[in-house]
């Protein structure tokens, strides 16, 4: 079990740096305005991703084991095409994207979907490790093509920025396809209404959440757009996208966490194994935070450029929710191994509408910092939500929260394992 947490942890470090990288050659480049535009052009293709995944996202990894995969492609491909066209001619109409850039964003938004829905055919096959290459070559992909506008070319404009995301998600579609072709045989009735009500019937309820968190998480820059324009959206994005690397181990052990409790019936376990996990999230992101407080301003400018001086200020405003944060994935994954996903979306829900009130409350009057107070108030409302009803639920008492010996020696007997693992390498 361990050493699956680890190696889970070790293949998203890797994506994690590697998203890093590009965010940090982007912000040297691109300067804190021109951040802000791609931060709303990637926002609007997520946008679209999240419509598609009523058909083409994680109920196609229920359903490919038990239907054609032919029956599952015609409907989830059609549905890709017109979610993109639908989606983005209502940001267009409501000013939510750079309309400058609407067509890129509806191409993307496009071939950003069959990559989506390639990969998880792969997942619904079981090629994990196929599926990992291909994440993790898509950013490769990106880098190159951010290296060879920006350093070799010169042509450091949001445009070449776009082109490498056509790269990015257009060589993860191809990839991604050469893959999974095999899989698809010809099937003599292509009637997919069944198969359709089967994939909103699995799809709809984790995808309404999923929008709602999504809603949750990024309803803010439409507002700091709004006030305070891209300038000081680019800054709070990259101060976001430094944050949210933070939530790497709790995300990991929420993946592990998910499935294990998924598929087993013990209750007890649940609850036991849970509080585990809650109390190494918990503390790997407290540590993780306070290593970040220790870096120096001039730190953050070397990395991101000028223009993102205000970074690290964000940074310890958006803290408390990413501390939060790190506890609600565990209890999130939870509720949901136990089949109570509804609390999830309950939970994002009572986090909207805080979003809502206080990022009018404080982004006009604050700008950035209230922006970065807003998250952290949302965030951490959902997690008191989740808090209590997982005492309740679990029948959980507050001391078997706190750190006790057992733990330490647990985590000492872990460590020593890994220790002496590669001292026999060695």
């Known amino acids: 079990m361990f050493k699956k947490i680890v190696g889970t942890i070790g293949s998203k470090v890797i994506l994690a740096l590697m998203s890093f990288l590009v965010v940090t050659i982007t912000s040297n480049n691109l300067g804190s305005e021109g951040f802000g535009y791609i931060s709303l052009i990637i926002l609007?293709?997520?946008?679209?991703?999240?419509?598609?995944?009523?058909?083409?996202?994680?109920?196609?990894?229920?359903?490919i084991p038990r239907y054609n995969l032919l029956k599952l492609f015609v409907p989830s491909y059609l549905w890709a095409f017109l979610s993109s066209i639908i989606v983005t001619l209502i940001m267009y109409t409501f000013n939510l994207i750079p309309r400058q850039f609407t067509i890129h964003i509806l191409c993307?938004?496009?071939?950003?979907?069959?990559?989506?829905?390639?990969?998880?055919?792969?997942?619904?096959?079981?090629?994990?490790?196929?599926?990992?290459?291909?994440?993790?070559?898509?950013?490769?992909?990106?880098?190159?093509?951010?290296?060879?506008?920006?350093?070799?070319?010169?042509q450091k404009n949001i445009e070449s920025y776009i082109i490498s995301l056509y790269v990015q998600f257009g060589m993860g579609a191809l990839i991604g396809y050469f893959y999974i072709r095999k899989d698809i045989?010809?099937?003599?009735?292509?009637e997919s209404n069944a198969?359709?009500?089967e994939i909103l019937k699995y799809g709809s309820i984790t995808q309404t959440t999923n929008i709602v968190q999504f809603l949750n998480y990024r309803l803010g820059f439409y507002i700091i757009d709004s006030y305070s324009g891209k300038v000081v959206l680019g800054v709070f994005n990259v101060g976001v996208q430094l944050a949210e690397g933070l939530w790497l181990i709790g995300k990991s052990l929420a993946l592990i966490q998910y499935s294990k409790i998924a598929n087993s019936t013990d209750k007890h376990f649940a609850k036991t194994f849970s509080?585990?996990?809650?109390?190494?999230?918990?503390?790997?992101?407290?540590?993780?935070?306070?290593?970040?407080?220790?870096?120096?301003?001039?730190?953050?400018?070397?990395?991101f450029g000028k223009d993102f001086y205000q970074v690290k200020e964000v940074f310890i405003y958006l803290s408390p929710g990413v501390l939060?944060?790190?506890?609600?994935m565990i209890f999130s994954h939870y509720f949901s191994g136990m089949g109570k996903i509804y609390i999830n979306t309950i939970g994002s829900s009572i986090g909207l509408v805080l979003t809502c009130i206080a990022g009018f409350l404080l982004i006009p009057c604050m700008g950035l910092l209230g922006a970065a107070l807003t998250a952290s108030i949302s965030y951490f409302s959902m997690t008191i939500f989740q808090f209590i009803l997982f005492l309740n639920l679990s029948k959980t008492k507050l001391t078997e929260l706190l750190i006790n010996k057992s733990d330490i020696a647990y985590a000492s007997n872990k460590i020593k394992g890994?220790?002496?693992?590669?001292?026999?390498i060695r």
């Open 44 to 63: 609007g293709i997520t946008m679209v991703q999240m419509i598609n995944n009523f058909v083409g996202g994680p109920a196609l990894v229920y359903l």
């Open 418 to 424: 890994v220790y002496l693992s590669l001292k026999k």
């Open 275 to 303: 509080i585990q996990l809650l109390k190494i999230s918990f503390l790997s992101t407290l540590a993780s935070i306070l290593f970040v407080f220790l870096l120096p301003n001039s730190f953050f400018t070397f990395l």
């Open 185 to 190: 045989s010809a099937v003599n009735d292509l």
């Open 324 to 328: 939060s944060m790190a506890a609600c």
């Open 195 to 197: 198969v359709i009500k």
């Open 108 to 154: 993307l938004s496009f071939i950003a979907s069959i990559n989506s829905i390639n990969q998880m055919v792969l997942l619904g096959k079981e090629k994990i490790n196929i599926y990992n290459i291909v994440t993790i070559f898509q950013l490769v992909f990106m880098l190159i093509s951010l290296t060879v506008f920006f350093l070799v070319l010169k």
